[in-house]
Each structure stands twice: as structure tokens, then as C-alpha cells.
């Protein structure tokens, strides 16, 4: 996969931790199997270079703190029952700066995941069926 701004470091961590925040399977698809990854990285590349590289520092960030929390390594290394534990006990952070940066990683995720077209129909949206009834119905009211 061709990155823009993700390192393959970076990119993993992206993918574990969205695998973490998001628990797809055995229902929804891997995330190795979604263009999540890609979606962030373009995500990324949009962003203004400060704000670029503040999101790239939090991914090493989340790698690390698992290990620094007592967990018993790096976020690639935990299995996804551990991950999560970490995740939750993150989640309940006494400082609610913490909080809410993790929110702000979590949501980046669920955004990067759930917007991925083979997750969207296989939660029953379909979206260029959306489009077609949208065209449709403003072509029979005579709308450009």
C-alpha cells in the first residue's frame, strides 16, 4: 500500500489501534481488509503540518503508553483482550485532558472504519443506491 504521510511504523499502529477501537470481527471486516489505513493517511496529508505531525506523535503515543501503563509492552505487541483493557483504562484517565485526546483518536478510527464503502453495505447502507434515488427523485421534480 502507497502511503502519502503514514511511515509502515505509523500505519500499523494506525491499523492495531482502530482494530482496538472498533472490534470488527468475526462480524465486519479486518481492518486489514478496509481502506482505513489509506483514508487516514489521506486524512493526514490535508491537515496543516503542525497538526499533521501532532497526529503522527500521537500514534507513537499510543504505541508506547500501553508499556508505560504496566500493560506489558507496546500496543503491537498486546493481544486484542489486553489492548482493550488498556483502552478502557485509558478511558477512565483521572486527568480529562487525556480523555479527551483519546476521544479524539478513538473518533479518528471509527471515522477512518466506518467509512469504508465494504463496512457501510455490510451495516446495510448503501450509498450509491442513495445517490441513484436522490438523482432520480430530482429529476422527476424537474430540479438540476
Known amino acids: ?12 499502529i494506525f491499523a492495531c489501534l ?11 471486516p479486518p481492518v486489514r481488509e478496509t481502506d482505513a489505513v489509506r483514508f487516514f493517511d489521506e486524512w493526514l496529508s490535508l491537515l496543516p503540518p503542525l497538526n499533521r505531525r501532532a497526529m503522527r506523535a500521537l500514534l507513537l503515543v499510543a504505541e ?12 503491537r505487541r498486546l493481544d486484542r483482550g489486553r489492548r482493550t483493557e488498556w483502552l478502557r483504562s485509558a478511558e477512565r484517565a483521572p486527568v480529562p485532558q487525556v480523555r479527551m485526546v483519546l476521544k479524539l483518536v478513538e473518533s479518528t478510527s471509527q471515522l477512518a472504519y466506518y467509512g469504508n464503502d465494504g ?4 451495516l446495510g447502507y448503501d450509498a450509491e443506491a442513495n445517490l441513484r434515488r436522490g438523482r432520480e427523485l430530482r429529476a422527476a421534480e424537474g430540479r438540476p
Open 1 to 12: 500500500m502507497e502511503l502519502r504521510v503514514l511511515s509502515a511504523r505509523e500505519a500499523s
Open 18 to 28: 482502530t482494530d482496538t477501537v472498533v472490534a470488527p470481527e468475526p462480524i465486519l
Open 64 to 75: 508506547m503508553t500501553p508499556l508505560l501503563t504496566g500493560f506489558g509492552g507496546r500496543l
Open 119 to 122: 463496512v457501510l453495505m455490510r
